[in-house]
């Protein structure tokens, strides 16, 4: 779906209430002492502001439909979380098995119309993170599982347009694929490469781009992986390191990191504008490109190009002529 308007009729305000609301559904951003509260506390989306949802009488309704075997799923996790949580899971009832739900958010709560035990349906990733340091292979759940996810045109491989951010945000995930490169070189692999994955997956969008290894920093001393560049290569072209990637590289190389590591699945995705960073070529394939990475998962959009709206079906546009969220 991709919602189409003028500057103010409030496309990027129905992604964030979407946002706002299974993120709070999903315990996206909870600890293990918050299942219990119903309470949406906050939302991390650039320009979002919290203290506006609750000044006024807002209602968000969602109307979400899961995959039985996510749900199977789901309950699977459950039981292996209650056994190494006995005390938090105490009062928690066992998740339910409707494949319909309806979620309300109003008056800083949110709530579930069908039965308490039904949003505790959409909980799994929840359980899974809890469990990752006790029992990693719970990580396999990661692709049966879904959960909402955001990106819009400001996260990029920084944080902010500060050049230190700048800097730091390439040195984190430069740090991650120096990881992911070691092992991708081990003879002796137990699990899914992902680095592998990360390049088919980028390839979607940037087709011919492969990855070609490390390469020491200038007048570095040390051995670590903050002291290595990392290099891509389209075609025959010069090899280029991550730092240098275009602004809508950044962008999707963003996302991508993302879906690879955290297995992204079945998931609600919200993309604000992210094809401002993309030349016309790219805009033309970029919605074919995301149904090939993520089939099973929905795409809510934003954009004002006009060479996306012309590869989608007037049934997948939305067309926003004035200021529904106001």
């Known amino acids: 779906m991709c919602l189409v308007g003028n500057n103010g009729s409030g496309k990027t305000t129905v992604l964030q209430a979407i946002a706002?609301?299974?993120?709070?559904?999903?315990?996206?951003?909870?600890?293990?002492?918050?299942?219990?509260?119903?309470s949406v506390s906050s939302l991390s989306w650039n320009g979002f502001i919290y203290e506006r949802s609750i000044s006024r009488s807002t209602k968000i309704k969602l109307a979400l439909e899961l995959e039985p075997d996510e749900i199977t799923a789901t309950r699977e996790v459950f039981?292996?979380?209650?056994?190494?949580?006995?005390n938090e899971s105490h009062n928690v009832p066992t998740p339910d098995e409707l494949t319909e739900i309806t979620l309300i958010y109003e008056y800083g709560n949110v709530k579930c119309l069908?039965?308490?035990?039904?949003?505790?349906?959409l909980q799994g990733r929840f359980y899974?993170?809890?469990?990752?340091?006790?029992?990693?292979?719970v990580r396999d759940f990661y692709s049966r599982i879904g959960d909402i996810f955001w990106f819009d045109q400001y996260r990029n491989l920084a944080t902010t347009n500060s050049a230190t951010d700048w800097?730091?945000?390439?040195?984190?995930?430069?740090?991650?694929?120096?990881?992911?490169?070691?092992?991708?070189?081990?003879?002796?692999?137990t699990s899914t490469d992902i680095l592998v994955e990360l390049e088919k997956s980028f390839n979607i969008f940037f087709p011919k781009t492969r990855f070609?290894?490390?390469?020491?920093?200038?007048?570095?001393?040390?051995?670590?992986?903050?002291?290595?560049?990392?290099?891509?290569?389209?075609?025959?072209?010069?090899?280029?390191?991550?730092?240098?990637?275009?602004s809508g590289e950044q962008v999707i190389f963003s996302m991508l990191y993302q879906f690879v590591s955290l297995k992204v699945a079945r998931s609600t995705l919200l993309l604000d504008e992210l094809e401002l960073h993309l030349h016309a070529p790219h805009q033309q394939g970029f919605c074919?490109?995301?149904y090939q990475l993520a089939p099973d998962c929905q795409f809510i959009i934003t954009s004002h190009s006009?060479?996306?709206?012309?590869?989608?079906?007037?049934?997948?546009?939305?067309?926003?002529?004035?200021?529904?969220?106001?």
């Open 20 to 38: 706002f609301v299974l993120s709070a559904a999903t315990r996206k951003n909870a600890d293990i002492t918050s299942l219990q509260n119903t």
């Open 79 to 86: 039981e292996i979380w209650k056994h190494y949580y006995p």
């Open 114 to 121: 069908e039965s308490t035990a039904a949003l505790f349906e």
């Open 128 to 137: 899974i993170n809890t469990l990752l340091d006790i029992m990693p292979e």
């Open 167 to 189: 800097v730091n945000g390439v040195s984190a995930i430069r740090q991650s694929l120096m990881g992911w490169w070691m092992y991708h070189k081990s003879e002796s692999k």
């Open 212 to 246: 070609v290894g490390v390469e020491p920093m200038k007048g570095g001393t040390n051995i670590y992986p903050q002291d290595f560049f990392f290099l891509l290569q389209r075609g025959d072209s010069k090899p280029y390191e991550l730092s240098e990637m275009s």
């Open 288 to 290: 074919g490109s995301l």
């Open 306 to 326: 006009p060479y996306i709206q012309e590869t989608l079906l007037d049934g997948e546009i939305v067309l926003m002529e004035r200021n529904l969220c106001q």
